[in-house]
């Protein structure tokens, strides 16, 4: 087992800059001291992720999303720590002597989800080229995918047998949770499971960096329904974002890259004839419709995308959605349209290359081919406004002003109506939507994911923490040397403050960033952030003097609620020794410490402030 050298990992870490890494993936705009975009883990039209450069930290105010540079290439590429550290190391040029340590790690769950998909993986494949596999090979090589074409993209097949994949596995390594979560079985009861492909062809989907997350399975039935469906693929797992990820694009990204442009196609067929046809900047939505999060994952290479769907009615209403959705996220976007009863593979097998770059040469953009699609419907002035009615719905939801005002030129001159009557179109409905409180156009309201904190005890707690983030040395000084965490009665509150607190001891300063380093929950993530970001603002807004008044009233609260709780315990029990008639009299003097107790907490600070 290697691992990386403590102190590369310190030098990524420093060398990691956040604003550099969300931005080549969101869009941010300065406001302030932060940054604020579109959020990629949630859908919003209302910018609520920020990003603070100078604390190193991300946080979403939507669904409350948060850390450092390494958690955000963790959650957005879905790898685990060690992949995010080579990726930076990559970006920034810093060389890995892996270490060699002799002994296992332990191994991550995440680690055993790429193995289970790795294991299976190879023995699908292996299963094509068996007795078992022969009708499947067959099928390939009739459909015109060679040996070797199935061999460099590991296709395989899965034996009409329910627990194929599942006696592979090795029980002692693979826990049943991670089986379940693998989403390659279906829990029968207790540890027994059932393989999910059965007598199917396996495509490997991967990811980016190039590891099999996740599996498309066709069947070879003529008559698709009777064996469920035609594709079953992978469902979400915690290495699978479903609609983040496209088939091939791991293969093609350079040439997307060194083309300027990307096809898209919708099956993993369509996908291999192009890609081996020498039609190599290429990728598939893998199972699912194209969504914004494959936009957002295409735009990493290139700006310029060609849609190249089936040519039936299905497959053009497929494109029309397509575009759309790849047109909001900024790319520009063409068509091509196949013949009715073509989809690229089929194409592809029935004429040349040259036929096919024709009609790459020849693609409409993106409107052309949408109005050209709906011209005949567009006869009389209703059906015109009915059309132009649809077409502003999605324009509005252009953000790059620019490409708005061009696109809103091209529907100006194709519908023969004036740009001016199509901006004003697009006003009114940006008003109707604002008075419904959806509109895009008013950046400050947010839908807020908000912290519940149930009584003052907690409410103080927070407080004390935020204040101590705004690293002002007096603060952190004067809460530790009250409050001891275990006084804490917030679960999270009470972890967050214990980890300040060791940080504390350690370094004297809290380095924001580096608190994403240790192990934290989704919930505890989310509180973090936040509070980061608040103590941030607080720190902005407020003079020392009145966050110290601050820290000291919360105190107060705390530690005035501790010894109340005590007291009431301590009442409780005087009534039980009462009732047993036992001597009570040491109890009651401790009561009565602890009622002087709570008289000094009241005036703990007073005789220091005024
Ligand atoms: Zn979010």
């Not at 604003?19 to 406001?31: G, I, T």
């Not at 062809?201 to 469920?228: C, Q, W, Y």
């Not at 927070?462 to 000084?477: C, R």
């Amino acid at each position: 087992m290697a691992r990386i050298p403590n102190a590369t990992i310190e030098q990524i870490k420093a060398r990691a800059d956040i604003l550099e890494v969300v931005s080549e993936v969101v869009q941010l705009r300065q406001r302030g001291r932060n940054y604020f975009g579109l959020c990629p883990f949630h859908e919003e039209k209302t910018p609520s992720f920020s990003v603070n450069p100078s604390m190193g930290i991300f946080h979403c105010f939507g669904c409350g999303k948060g850390g450092n540079a390494i958690t955000f290439i963790m959650e957005y590429e879905k790898i685990d720590y060690i992949e995010a550290l080579k990726r930076l190391a990559d970006r920034y040029h810093i060389r890995i002597d892996w270490e060699e340590t002799g002994e296992d790690r332990e191994q991550g769950e995440i680690a055993l989800l790429y193995e289970l998909h790795d294991l299976a993986m190879n023995l699908y494949h292996q299963q094509i080229f068996s007795e078992k596999g022969k009708s499947a090979l067959d099928y390939l090589i009739q459909r015109g995918f060679s040996r070797e074409i199935i061999k460099q993209f590991k296709i395989g097949f899965a034996t009409d047998d329910w627990e194929n994949l599942f006696r592979k596995v090795d029980a002692a390594k693979f826990s049943p949770g991670v089986l379940e979560k693998s989403g390659l079985f279906v829990r029968k009861e207790g540890t027994l499971f059932y393989d999910r492909f059965r007598n199917r062809i396996i495509f490997p989907i991967h990811n980016l960096a190039g590891r099999v997350v996740a599996f498309g399975g066709r069947t070879m039935d003529a008559n698709p329904e009777a064996s469920g469906a035609k594709y079953i693929n992978s469902a979400e797992t915690p290495i699978y974002f479903k609609s983040g990820i496209l088939y091939g694009l791991f293969y093609s990204k350079d040439q997307i890259q060194r083309f300027g442009a990307a096809v898209i196609v919708e099956g993993y067929t369509d996908f291999l004839r192009m890609y081996t046809s020498g039609i190599q900047n290429v990728a598939a939505g893998s199972g699912t419709a194209l969504t914004f999060h494959h936009a957002k994952a295409l735009k990493r290479f290139t700006s310029q995308t060609v849609l190249c769907y089936d040519g039936d009615e299905a497959g053009q209403n497929a494109t029309e959605r397509a575009g759309f959705i790849l047109m909001k996220e900024g790319l520009d976007v063409k068509a091509i349209s196949l013949p009715q009863e073509d989809d690229p593979d089929s194409y592809l097998r029935t004429h040349s290359v040259t036929d096919f770059n024709l009609l790459y040469k020849n693609a409409p953009d993106f409107i052309t081919f949408y109005i050209n699609r709906h011209q005949s419907e567009l006869t009389s002035p209703a059906s015109k406004t009915l059309f132009l009615e649809k077409i502003v719905a999605e324009l509005i939801e252009i953000r790059n002003p620019v490409t708005r005002e061009l696109i809103v030129q091209q529907v100006a001159d194709r519908l023969r109506l004036s740009e001016e009557l199509i901006n004003s179109q697009i006003r009114f409905v940006q008003r109707q939507k604002a008075a419904y409180g959806t509109s895009s156009s008013k950046p400050d309201t947010v839908e807020e994911k908000t912290i519940q904190l149930k009584s003052p005890v907690e409410k103080a707690e927070y407080e004390l923490i935020k204040l101590i983030l705004t690293d002002n040395p007096p603060l952190g000084e004067i809460v530790t040397a009250y409050l001891k965490p275990e006084q804490f009665s917030h679960a999270i509150l009470k972890k967050i403050y214990s980890r300040i607190v060791a940080r504390l001891d350690d370094t004297k300063s809290i380095q924001p960033a580096s608190l994403f380093d240790d192990e934290w929950t989704e919930q505890e993530k989310f509180y973090l952030s936040r509070l980061l970001f608040e103590a941030e603002h607080l720190k902005e807004e407020s003079a020392d003097i009145d966050l110290q008044r601050t820290a000291k009233d919360c105190i107060v609260v705390v530690l005035a609620a501790e010894t109340e709780q005590q007291i009431k315990q301590l009442r409780e029990r005087i009534k039980v020794a009462e009732k047993a008639k036992e001597d009570t009299e040491k109890l009651i003097i401790e009561l009565s410490n602890l009622r002087r107790k709570r008289k000094e907490i009241e005036h703990l600070f007073t005789a220091i402030a005024e």
